[in-house]
């Protein structure tokens, strides 16, 4: 399998890259700097530059050429203001999505974020700012556009907060309503109120949906949990 990784030398974005190569897959990791491309090309990753908020869709979907699904694992991080959520996180998902229908290229997995469906109501909840409400609110359009889209085999991941503690494999999923709502059916927890996963046990997950076709069409709630991911997989699938 060809899969491009939107974010590529991002801290999931790499952890996805090396993954995916160990896998035995191919992959090609958009960066948007020179200067990242010798860390993705040392495991073993092809290298394209791309910039989501600078490319248009047809520049865009020439990198797509040969690919079996691209990954939107960008975003425009932790010290951007409400602009660059909405130019990353929802106009560069829809861009490359748009891209990938050009491309003919049908699967789409979404890294998004727990809280997408807080940020459906117009009104912001006083414990969330300015800003963690612009990037929620991105998040959520970016869902809603790629959800929309019959071209596309889609599946959107929505961690919880996530660490930089080593993976330990072990994940809870459960499968989210269509219509944004909170998660359905009991999930299963390592600890109780767990609310985060480590990057490494993300770049598990959306390898593992990579590979799952059954996930197509999913919104899928990720914590941390105890379930080997592919067990946590098969469990909301079966
Ligand atoms: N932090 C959390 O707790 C949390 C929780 C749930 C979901 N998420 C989401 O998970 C995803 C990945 O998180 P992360 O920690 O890996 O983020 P990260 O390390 O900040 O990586 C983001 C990546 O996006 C790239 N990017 C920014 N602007 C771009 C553009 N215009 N065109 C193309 N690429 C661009 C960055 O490239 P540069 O190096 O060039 O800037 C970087 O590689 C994000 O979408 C984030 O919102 C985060």
Do not use: C, N
Not at 59 to 75: C, I, W
Not at 78 to 96: C, F, M, Q, Y
């Amino acid at each position: 399998m060809r899969t491009v990784i939107a974010g590529g030398h991002g801290q999931v974005g790499r952890r996805l890259a090396r993954t995916l190569v160990e896998r035995g897959d191919d992959v090609v990791a958009f960066v948007r700097s020179a200067s990242q491309i010798t860390d993705l090309t040392e495991i073993g990753a092809h290298v394209a530059l791309v910039d989501l908020e600078e490319d248009d869709a047809v520049a865009v979907s020439f990198e797509l050429d040969g690919a079996d699904a691209v990954v939107f694992a960008a975003g425009a991080g932790p010290g951007s203001g409400a602009e660059r959520k909405d130019t990353v996180d929802r106009a560069g998902a829809a861009l490359l999505a748009d891209a990938a229908e050009r491309a003919g290229v049908e699967r789409y997995v979404l890294l998004s974020s727990r809280g997408t469906e807080a940020a459906r109501s117009d009104e912001r909840p006083d414990e969330i700012d300015d800003t963690f409400w612009a990037y929620l609110r991105a998040k959520a359009a970016a869902e809603d556009d790629l959800r929309a889209r019959d071209a596309l085999r889609w599946t959107v991941v929505r961690p919880g907060r996530l660490t930089d503690e080593p993976g330990v494999g072990l994940v809870a999923l459960a499968p989210v309503e269509d219509d944004g709502g909170r998660p359905r059916g009991k999930r299963r927890k390592a600890g109780a109120g767990r609310e985060e996963v480590t990057r490494d046990d993300v770049a598990l997950v959306i390898a593992a949906v990579l590979h799952e076709p059954r996930t197509a069409g999913l919104v899928i709630d990720l914590v941390g949990g105890d379930r080997p991911v592919d067990e946590a997989l098969d469990g909301i699938l079966s």
